[in-house]
């Protein structure tokens, strides 16, 4: 048997991230986040929120399981973490390591992401860090937010949600924020680049969005070098 060519993921992973690696993602410096209101959306079990708080940056996050439970948040975080976990190893030519040296290390960052989060959602009694939401339809305001970040949802399931959708997402992520909106990975759960970038590039350059493809200085994903940035 050849190796493996895809990285398999049922419905959505419900799994986060770091906020070290949201700055190698987005190619951020974190003190020029000072004084910004961010928005992470769709935001999981990332950690990026609760640790940007404690930096003393106003963050907020945006995701459809945040009308769940810290104990049902901790179970689903959990099982997809081993899924993928358990995949890292069997897969890895599928994957460029050197951020993480080793499926092991990564697992330990998706570990760490995930207990950050749930100990922050766990003290958010008031949901005002992590807002229940999905897109393409936000509960925020016009211009709510300076910088808006997507991570590893838009264009990366790609397959499951079609050319309108990503194009009503981006036109929402761009209604809510003042700035900026950086979309990150560009590509499907294949590593090929995904089937609705170029139609949706040309639609935000047709509507006045002025899109580009920016190199970041990080790469999983074998191939994922690039973010989508495009201002409102």
Do not use: N
């Not at 937010?145 to 990366?156: A, I, R």
């Not at 700035?179 to 170029?198: K, T």
């Amino acid at each position: 048997m050849g190796e493996p060519t895809t990285f398999e993921v049922t419905d959505c992973a419900v799994i986060g991230r770091t906020f070290e690696e949201y700055v190698a993602m987005f190619d951020l410096e974190p003190t020029e986040l000072e004084g910004r209101r961010v928005l992470d959306c769709p935001s999981g079990v990332a950690s990026f929120v609760a640790t940007a708080t404690e930096r003393g940056i106003d963050a907020v996050g945006a995701d459809v399981v945040y009308d769940r439970s810290v104990t049902e948040l901790e179970r689903r975080c959990r099982e997809d973490r081993e899924s993928v976990g358990e995949q890292l190893s069997e897969k890895r030519a599928l994957f460029e390591w050197s951020f993480y040296g080793s499926p092991a290390e990564r697992r330990r960052y998706l570990r760490r992401a995930a207990d950050r989060f749930l100990e922050d959602y766990a003290s958010d009694g008031a949901g005002e860090r992590y807002v229940a939401a999905a897109l393409p339809s936000l509960p925020f305001d016009r211009d709510s937010f300076s910088l808006v970040l997507s991570s590893h949802f838009l264009f990366l399931y790609g397959d499951r949600f079609g050319e309108a959708f990503h194009r009503e997402s981006l036109r929402e992520l761009a209604r809510v924020a003042t700035d900026e909106v950086r979309v990150y990975p560009l590509q499907g759960l294949d590593a090929e680049p995904s089937v609705h970038l170029e139609s949706a590039v040309s639609m935000l350059a047709d509507e006045g969005y002025e899109p580009t493809l920016e190199t970041v200085p990080f790469e999983f994903q074998s191939g994922s070098t690039e973010m989508l940035v495009y201002s409102p």
